[in-house]
């Protein structure tokens, strides 16, 4: 059984979730591999410059497997040590969804039709959100007598509104892609699903023709501007770029563009460990 298909084409990587048939559900396998891709990706991306994930079938995904819970899966609450052996499960579980955060490269969401539970954690671990008109977004833990616990909580209000956040984790209801849009959930809606993946091909292109080192700048400024002051972050913008500025990059982009070129740039270096060394 696999749950993904990975490919790298022109800079791009593409992760696709591939079990339309039991509607990407994420059970043990799907936690498994998604931490060893992106893990991967982390180390060595290679050529890959810009993340991909879009899904199969009719719905995004379903969210987590609920046999899993009942089989491979324990949630002990019987005991002190059952439920503080929960409290470290779960934590496993967000650290997945955050290498999706921390990745060095931007992740963008393709979503079709149903984005339920644990899909809405994993989507909003993501840089951008791109979906079809019939997409939805449902917190469905609440619906099964649970509190959203992998990132939706956390996240969400980040992107949405207070309000809105609130409204779909006390109810459960369905939050439909356009009024998503609106919101600022999502940055665009299409009304077929080979709409939304040739945008979300070409963001992910222009993306990737942009020099990986300050690609990555961005991404580390804006999300600790997401959590701290304003004082804070333009401290810490200081010394973010006295540490990643190039000369060479900015003539790069600058004679690229007005030799009508494309322009070249390094990737980032491969990791090292010293579990490796």
Known sequence: MQCFQLTVERQVAHLVLSRPDAMNTMHP????????????????????RVLVLSSTGKHFSAGMALEAFGGAITMDDSTAEGRAAIFDLLTDMQSTFTRLETLRMPVIAAIQGGCVGGAVDLVTACCLR?????AFFCIQEINIGMVADVGTLQRLPKLLPM???????????????????????????FETPAEMMDAVMQCAGEIAAKPPVAIWGSKQALHYA??????????????????????AHVREAIMSGKEKRAATFPGLQALQSFREL
């Open 29 to 48: 396998q799907f936690w498994r591999e998604l931490d060893e891709v992106l893990a991967q990706l982390h180390r060595d991306p290679g050529d890959a």
């Open 130 to 134: 791109y979906a079809t008109r019939d």
């Open 163 to 189: 309000a809105v956040a609130k409204e779909m984790a006390y109810t459960g209801r369905r939050l439909p892609a356009a009024r998503a849009a609106a919101l600022g959930l999502v940055n665009e809606v």
């Open 226 to 247: 997401r959590d701290h002051s304003v004082d804070d972050a333009l401290k810490q913008m200081g010394w973010l770029q006295g540490a990643i500025w190039s000369n």
